[in-house]
Structures are given as C-alpha cells and as structure tokens.
Nanobody
Framework: QVQLVESGGGLVQPGGSLRLSCAASGLIFSSNTMDWYRQAPGKGREWVGD???????TYTDSVKGRFTISRDNAKNTVYLQMNSLKPEDTAVYYC?????????WGKGTLVTVSS
C-alpha cells in the first residue's frame, strides 16, 4: 500500500521560509514523478509543482522563483522549500503521486503565513 506522509508545516511570518517534507512508502520512489498541491481556505486544490524521476522540476507561475522542489531517493522523500512566503500561500499542502493503481494523496500539512 502506497503511503505519503507530509510534515514541516506551521506558522511563519510574511517573507519567511519553511521546508516541507513528504515521506513515501510502498512504491519504487525513484521511478515516480512526485507532485505538491495546496488548498487554501475556501478554495479548490491547486497544483504547486512537481519533480520527475530524473529530477526535472516544474512550477505554477505564482510560486516560480520562490519555491523549490527536490528529492532524496535514498530516503524516499520529496521536499518543498518555500521562501519569501506570502499570506496568499496559506494553505494545506499535499503530496501526491500517480501510480499504476491510481492517485495517492497524503493527509496534508498546514502552512499559515501571517504576522
């Protein structure tokens, strides 16, 4: 059974930084593209970015230049480094992977950007 567990969320002031982690199990991690999504209060789930098995990254326009996705295949973990955080980045952040058996989501971690 594939499982994804996010961690690292919390309260941060505008302009601050956080690093989220997503630990994966039950899959051949290095063979999968990993995604980050987020869902702000009262809004739908939004794709943030992804990292391919080869390490290529893509991002939604609103986070380009501020967020960086990386992966450590030895630890089966994907990271989301978030810098220059803004109040509009406040959301629950989810890790996601599409496997041969379907989509798998973590339970999410809450990021609150507020002074």
């Amino acid at each position: 059974q594939v499982q994804l567990v996010e961690s690292g969320g919390g309260l941060v002031q505008p302009g601050g930084s956080l690093r989220l982690s997503c630990a994966a199990s039950g899959l051949i991690f290095s063979s999968n593209t990993m995604d980050w999504y987020r869902q702000a209060p009262g809004k739908g789930r939004e794709w943030v970015g992804d990292i391919s098995r080869g390490g290529r990254t893509t991002y939604t326009d609103s986070v380009k230049g501020r967020f960086t996705i990386s992966r450590d295949n030895a630890k089966n973990t994907v990271y989301l480094q978030m810098n220059s955080l803004k109040p509009e980045d406040t959301a629950v952040y989810y890790c996601h992977v599409l496997t041969s058996r379907g989509m798998v989501w973590g339970k999410g971690t809450l990021v609150t950007v507020s002074s």
